[in-house]
């Protein structure tokens, strides 16, 4: 068992490497607690819509305003919004691709973080095999002093190896956990994904209403003297038709 004094005395002989290192553990080990507790908040909370927008066969401003009064921050609440508001005015496609930016304005949110773990992942590994350089040089200066003691020179090897392991321990630890959260963020844009899919298709509906195309379609000029049927003037004829 490797005693305290131990660790303490390598971290010394790598140069102060295995503190950085320390630091680099509580890094990882803080940002992967945060951002399993965050994604998978995110993960239910789009769960959470799916279902609701499942028991509607189109967009009900009603219902979905008192859900948004329980989940305003969501990044699935947040695609929802953008239904809430449209203008029933514009065109189909105009509200798809809103909705499409809706739903990569909050790709950074739910990939928030996952830079540093990347990083960290690299980064231990490469400090690990400094702290043993470092310690191997100690050791080579112990081995320059005659009658240096055999235990002295394979105890100072063996603690610089220490930096290694323990690179390698935080980069395995990290790449683990990086490849788990990158498969809920991958679950998460699916399901934004997902909700942006059904939030277009019950909107639909909407758009196929008896005289939506004739509000969307801005009146002409009327030439002056024309007529329609009957010799009636064409403006009456179209202010009859909008009435």
Known sequence: MISLQTLLDAAQKSGGILYLMAVLLLLALAVIIERFWALGRMQAQCQQWVRELKSHAHVDTSSLSDRLQGDTQSPAAQVVTVALHHDLGDTLDHFSDRLEEAVMDQAPRVDRGLW???????????????????????????????????????????????????????????????????????????????????????????????????????????????????????????QARMA
Do not use: C, W
């Not at 470092?134 to 112990?142: C, D, K, L, R, V």
């Not at 991958?186 to 758009?207: D, G, S, V």
């Open 116 to 238: 540093m773990l990347d990083t960290i992942v690299t980064l231990a590994p490469l400090l690990g095999l400094l702290g043993t350089i470092i310690g191997m040089f100690n050791t080579f200066q112990a081995l320059s002093h005659p009658g240096a003691a055999t235990q002295a020179v394979t105890g100072g090897v063996g603690e610089a190896l220490m930096a290694t392991a323990a690179g390698l321990f935080i980069a395995v630890l990290g790449l683990v956990a990086f490849n788990a959260l990158q498969q809920r963020v991958r679950l998460i844009m699916h399901q934004l994904e997902r909700i942006k899919l059904m939030l277009a298709n019950r909107m639909y509906p909407h758009y196929r209403t008896p005289g939506h195309d004739e509000r969307r379609k801005p009146a002409g000029p009327v030439p002056t003297g024309a007529t329609a049927g009957g010799g009636a003037p064409m403006a009456h004829a179209l």
